[in-house]
């Protein structure tokens, strides 16, 4: 595993054992990226798939798309610095990876869970430079979220999306976070509408399975790469 920082972000790298420049990867990014050194993702190993764990430098700011007072009492404001995050992951930390490893730029995977998975899909109206996105939990009750998806243009809409969400999260939480399911089931079908979307709903709570949640859909997106990609190896 290798660890660096780029502008601020702390980028960890996890390659296959037997990487070797004769093949081309399948390159995953992943928001809140330090789960990639838990002892319950270890063992998470799919053939030809190069994981970039990315750890900001105060998430609260840059997982959000617009600035947002705290939801609760002694909690520090969303900074929405989220744009400024993305330029940085884009035209950055892609580039750089791209540079250090055969990657498939034409694959490419970004995602993330709660604001990280937020995060992710805020980027479907940014640009096409992930082919890939993935959201556990996203954290959809974000004030204004679902009205601007609905009024916004999607501009990476040849993407693949999965989504996966809990049927209780924000459960007895007596704030904004109540509306989480009602929230993501309106992403979930809005978005399925206009692209290419594989969504489902767990019975689980917000902070609950976190690690085999990721997993899954990480699994999923590598297995649709794999289903629709004509071969890793270059000849």
């Known amino acids: 595993m290798r660890e660096l920082n780029i502008s601020g972000i702390r980028v960890i790298i996890r390659v296959p054992d037997n990487y070797s420049d004769k093949n081309i990867y399948n390159a995953v990014f992943i928001n809140d990226g330090d789960v990639i050194c838990n002892n319950g993702f270890k063992d998470f190993m799919y053939p030809g798939c190069i994981l970039i764990g990315l750890v900001p430098e105060n998430r609260l700011d840059e997982y959000t798309p617009w600035q947002e007072r705290a939801i609760r009492k002694g909690a520090a404001d969303?900074?929405?610095?989220?744009?400024?995050?993305?330029?940085?992951?884009?035209?950055?930390?892609?580039?750089?990876a791209a540079g250090e490893y055969n990657i498939n730029r034409d694959t490419l995977a970004y995602g993330g869970y709660s604001l990280?998975?937020?995060?992710?899909?805020?980027?479907?109206f940014?640009?096409?430079?992930?082919a890939n996105i993935f959201s556990v939990c996203g954290s959809f009750?974000?004030?204004?979220?679902?009205?601007?998806?609905?009024?916004?243009?999607?501009?990476?809409?040849?993407?693949?999306?999965?989504?996966?969400?809990?049927e209780n999260e924000g459960s007895r939480h007596g704030n904004?976070?109540?509306?989480?399911?009602?929230?993501?089931?309106?992403?979930?079908?809005?978005?399925?509408l206009i692209m290419?979307?594989?969504?489902?709903?767990?019975e689980y709570g917000h902070h609950?399975?976190?690690?085999?949640?990721?997993?899954?859909?990480?699994?999923?997106?590598?297995?649709?790469?794999?289903?629709?990609?004509?071969?890793?190896?270059?000849?």
Do not use: M
Request: proline share 4%; aromatic share 12%.
């Open 176 to 192: 904004i976070l109540e509306e989480a399911p009602v929230r993501a089931h309106y992403v979930h079908e809005y978005l399925s």
């Open 78 to 96: 969303f900074g929405g610095r989220c744009d400024e995050y993305y330029t940085k992951l884009t035209q950055q930390i892609v580039p750089w």
């Open 116 to 124: 990280g998975g937020l995060a992710a899909v805020y980027s479907l």
């Open 196 to 202: 290419n979307v594989c969504g489902s709903f767990d």
């Open 141 to 166: 009750w974000y004030p204004g979220f679902t009205e601007y998806i609905s009024s916004t243009p999607v501009v990476n809409g040849n993407a693949y999306v999965r989504l996966i969400n809990g």
């Open 126 to 130: 940014r640009d096409d430079t992930f």
């Open 208 to 235: 609950e399975h976190h690690t085999e949640r990721i997993k899954c859909a990480l699994e999923d997106v590598l297995k649709h790469i794999d289903a629709n990609d004509s071969g890793n190896t270059i000849l």
